[in-house]
């Protein structure tokens, strides 16, 4: 078995056709795949039951109604040094307590996709550190890509915004963890927005929000199971791109569909309230190989910061 929910009819929406359908409400669980389950699904009765997965994942916990991020629990493990499987995908139909970059509120609304998934690559930090920041960004893009009618649509605003005609769509967080200079672990937060528009509040850095399916003729094209099924291909190339050392071509990807290069930006201290002491501002001539924006004119590169764009479009998650 390689799947544990605490719904079993939202576990088969997610994956049609799998030949999961005998459900197993008794069968224990194997190994370190017990202690995540039971995290994430401390009070329901857990059912099992198995389904394909392409490398590298190897087990998935679906929850219907997360009770606090995902993302935490995985990462709060990690930092305890307790055994996490890795190729682990994390899912939420909805849920409470989900956040963005300092941890600013996203609200997980249901119709969209919540996940988080957990790898355990053991490579040198200085090989992978880059590959991982901006693996989720770039296979994000490239699943977008990949949906009649959204080619070529979809930008990443710094730092870690999907974009389609200035609107946010999905947003990402990476935490790493690494020891004698080889990355033992790295959790992966993506959230999506698929079907629904959650209710947020406009801001100078985050002014309107979007769907998938706000962008695409036939809705049918864009299914939550199709999305998934995507992402999942994608993340899993480009995740054997990193592995094998050539992480390069993903921050060249990063760069080339940037939607800030060539943009006048203004850059505020990354913290909540009014748009107060700017930090930066200017034309962004480049981004540097960690991702610092670097202005026209020279000066000191960017390396962090809300950013909001000349024509009011700006950067948080």
Same mark, same amino acid.
């Given at each position: 078995m ?8 939202c ?19 194997p ?16 059912a099992?039951?198995?389904? #394909?997965?392409?490398?590298p994942? @190897?087990? !998935? %916990?679906? /929850?219907?109604?997360a009770?606090r991020?995902?993302?935490? &629990? ?7 040094g ?9 899912l ?18 249901r ?5 988080s ?5 053991g ?9 991982l ?34 609107s946010?769509?999905?947003g990402?967080?990476v ?5 004698a ?7 992966v937060g993506?959230?999506?927005?698929? #079907?629904?528009?959650?209710?947020v @509040?406009p !801001? %100078?850095f /985050?002014?309107?929000?979007?769907s998938?399916?706000?962008h &695409? ?5 864009c ?5 998934l099924?995507?992402l999942?291909?994608?993340?899993a ?41 700017r ?5 962004v001539?480049a ?5 610092e ?7 000191r590169p960017?390396?962090g ?8 479009v700006?950067?948080a998650f």
């Open positions: 390689n799947l544990c929910t605490d719904n079993p009819r576990a088969e929406e997610w994956f049609p056709g799998s030949p999961a359908r005998e459900w197993d409400f008794a069968a224990p669980l190994g370190e795949f017990c202690e995540i389950a039971h995290r994430l699904l401390p009070t329901a009765p857990v099992t039951a198995s389904i #394909e997965l392409p490398r994942w @190897q087990f !998935t %916990v679906l /929850v219907e109604h009770a991020s995902q993302f935490d &629990v995985v990462v709060g493990m990690l930092r305890k307790l055994a996490i499987p890795d190729g682990l995908l994390c939420a139909g909805s849920g409470e307590g989900f956040h963005g970059q300092r941890g600013r509120a996203w609200a997980a609304v119709g969209n996709l919540h996940l998934i957990f790898l355990s690559p490579r040198h930090l200085n090989d992978i550190a880059m590959g920041t901006v693996l989720p960004a770039v296979s994000l893009v490239q699943t977008l890509d990949s949906i009649p009618g959204l080619r070529h649509r979809a930008g990443i605003r710094w730092v870690n915004d999907i974009v389609i005609d200035g946010k769509l999905a990402y967080l935490h790493t963890q690494s020891s200079g080889l990355v033992t672990g790295a959790v993506i959230g999506l927005n698929v #079907e629904a528009v959650p209710p @509040q !801001t %100078v /985050v002014p309107s929000v979007t998938l399916r706000d &695409v003729s036939d809705r049918s094209v299914s939550l199971p199709d999305v099924r995507r999942l291909r994608v993340l190339l480009n995740y054997e791109k990193l592995i094998s050392g050539d992480g390069g071509e993903l921050l060249e990807f990063y760069r080339e569909r940037s939607v800030v290069v060539g943009r006048r930006v203004e850059v505020y201290p990354d913290r909540e309230g009014r748009t107060i002491d930090s930066a501002a200017g034309v001539a981004i540097g190989d960690r991702l924006l670097i202005l026209a004119g020279g000066g960017v390396s910061g809300r950013i909001v764009m000349q024509s009011g700006g950067s």
